[in-house]
Each structure stands twice: as structure tokens, then as C-alpha cells.
């Protein structure tokens, strides 16, 4: 059994297949995918689909890159949509500086409203930071106590013990398996398996020999296949304990 703890199947690009899809990833041991809301919109589908779907649980929040259209009506929904049944976590959220699609001064109150959100709903956060570390950790110690993922990890190994210290469980994409990725690599040997998660990020970042492509759940099993390589585990006992972290975080 394995968990895809951030996928996007409420996206455009899954609507003329997205039961194939969930088929496939059933078919390679991926029994259960946490569908993660990025805008208001994606958050309603995130809660529609783990409604509609069995395996498919929720989270809902606003990315940072929607910061500058993010409005008190916006807030008041992303609210009552975190009440609904099978809704997991808040996310995904954080800091994004390197693409800088909104400005800095709105994403770090977005940000900051949306964790005081999950205190609120005793949910955890599914935190996404890029080029935006030291902002990211100053937020989230301040909110402390509070419970969380960094999603698609790629920082170095102080980073890494930052997000350990807060108590923050890690997750990894297929990005892992690129070729230039040996830092990555690297890093994963060194993270507590208490604290690993898997994901794939869908419909981003293909595994290498499928780059460019569009992503899906069902590629958590060869990343898993790598990933218990490097951790000189057995698959089974890989995926047994990255289940097992899941279940306990997002409580399900
Ligand atoms: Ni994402």
C-alpha cells in the first residue's frame, strides 16, 4: 500500500481521464491520494473529487502564487470548505519568491491568515516554499504549535534539520529521479524515515524518461522502488512505513 500526499487531479488536464487514472494508480498499490487545492476554484473540485472517490481525500488552500486575488470572500469559503468531510489538511501554502507571481507583501499574509485557518481546524499544513526559506521557518516557528509537510523538499541538509526541528515532516517527488538530482539523493538517506513522505506533485514533475509529460499517482510506486533503494529498506517495508506517516498525518 501507498499514499500520493499531493497530487492535483482536480486539474483541467485529468478531466478526460481521470478515472483511468485513479485505475492505474489502484493497479500499482497507490490506495489512497491527498488531493491538494492551489486557488479557491481547485479547492471546491479538491473537496468534489474526495467526495466523489473513495481513495481521494482533500486539502484546500491558496498557493502563493494567487496571493494578490486573495480576498475576505476567498478566506470565508477556503473556511467552510475546510469543514467538509474527508478535508485533511490545509494546502497547499506557503512562500514562492522565485516565480514571483504575486508580490511578497500579499503572500505573507495569505500565508499567515491560512495557518491561523489550520489552527483553527486542527488541521496540518501542506506547506509549499521556494527560494523563500528564511521567511517560510521565521512564520512557522512563530505559529508554533503547528503541525505540517514541506512539499517537493529540495533544500540542503539545514534546511532539512530546520524543518526536523519544528517537528515538520518532509515529502519527495519524482524530481528524485532525475539525473542531476545526486544532492536529492543525497539528502533522503539523511532524513528520519519517521518524517518521509511520498509524493508526486501531478500532473508535475515526471519521473526522468517521461519529463515534459503529465504526471500521475500511479508513479509513486518506481519512486518508492528508489527511494527504499536508498534508504537500504525493502519496498514493502518502504512503503508500509511511508503509509503508516501518512495515515497518522493527515489522520485518515
Ligand atoms: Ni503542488
Known sequence: MLVDTHCHLDFPVFDQDRDEVLSRAKAQGVDYMINIGSSLE???RSV?????????YAAVGIHPHEADDFSWEIEKEIKELAKKNKVVAIGEIGLDYFKGYSQKENQLPLFSTLIKLAKESNLPLVIHTREAQA????ILKEAL???????????????????LDLGFLVSFTCNVTYKKADTLREIIKSVPL???LLETDAPYLAPEGLRGKRNEPAQVRPLAELVAGLKGLKFEELARVTTENARRFFNF
Request: aromatic content about 8%.
Open 145 to 163: 504549535p503547528v503541525r505540517g509537510v514541506v512539499h517537493c523538499f529540495s533544500g540542503d541538509k539545514g534546511f532539512l534539520k530546520e524543518c
Open 42 to 44: 481547485g479547492s471546491r
Open 48 to 56: 468534489e473529487l474526495a467526495q466523489k472517490y473513495g481513495p481521494v
Open 135 to 138: 521567511d517560510t521557518l521565521r
Open 194 to 196: 519517521v518524517s518521509l
